[in-house]
């Protein structure tokens, strides 16, 4: 049985918490293993072809297990997605943290937040597919998997950003608003964009993995961001 991560404290504040070391349940399984191959498998299947589509017998069979190890190791189909699901966040999550400067100030942590967000996504498009898969199916799998996470999912994200803006805020650098719908505009801004990128593509032939485009989207939603959050006469 596997055991809820451990929270995070005040003194995770810049290094996102528990990320960079994970607790033994949520470390990933060795890829060579039975277990981490049918992990590897389940994510490449359901993001090529979604939850419903993927049959236990198709994955297994990629994996090269017996399909009762499938059931031995994650129990259901809908179990292993959403451990699929879970893995993939953490891979977000620690993409985000590992290239975190520790002397970065709190305000840069939060203004930058939504272009590190997109940035890691961008160089994780399984993470996206799986997530446009999971948009359609109405969001309940992804919403168990991140509940699964405890500390690791957005309780300690939610818990870090706070502590992080709240800082930002009594250093007189960032401007004092809602924190609640600050979050989420920030969130929004970020895996919405990302999300959408096809409708925006088609639309304005706006193509966030090509590098010049990714480079003048987010210099200008960094000053977009400066010029709402910090607070006057800030440069």
């Not at 895996?191 to 993995?209: D, R």
């Amino acid at each position: 049985m596997e055991h809820a991560p451990r929270k995070p404290s005040a003194t995770d504040a810049k290094a996102l918490p528990g990320f960079l070391e994970l607790p033994p349940e949520w470390r990933p399984p060795d890829p060579a293993s039975p277990r981490g191959r049918i992990l590897a498998a389940a994510r490449l299947l359901f993001a090529q072809h979604g939850l419903r589509a993927t049959t236990t017998r198709a994955i297994a069979g990629r994996a090269k297990v017996n399909l009762a190890m499938i059931h031995y190791y994650y129990g259901s189909k809908e179990a292993l997605y959403e451990r699929v699901l879970a893995q993939e966040f953490i891979v977000v999550v620690q993409g985000m943290s590992a290239h975190l400067p520790p002397d970065l100030p709190e305000h840069e942590i939060i203004i930058t937040l939504p272009i590190r967000i997109m940035s890691v996504l961008r160089h994780n498009p399984t993470w996206i597919t799986l997530l446009r898969h999971e948009v359609g199916l109405g969001g309940v799998h992804v919403l168990k998997a991140l509940k699964s996470l405890g500390g690791l999912g957005p309780l300690g994200l939610r818990q870090f950003f706070d502590h992080t803006y709240a800082q930002a805020v009594a250093s007189g650098r960032l401007r004092a608003l809602p924190v609640n719908p600050l979050r989420e505009c920030l969130l929004a801004l970020s895996w919405g964009t990302v999300l959408m990128q096809p409708f925006f593509e088609q639309m304005f032939q706006s193509n966030l993995f090509d590098e010049t485009t990714w480079t003048e989207y987010h210099e200008t939603l960094k000053a977009l961001l400066r010029r709402g959050l910090q607070v006057e006469n800030e440069t």
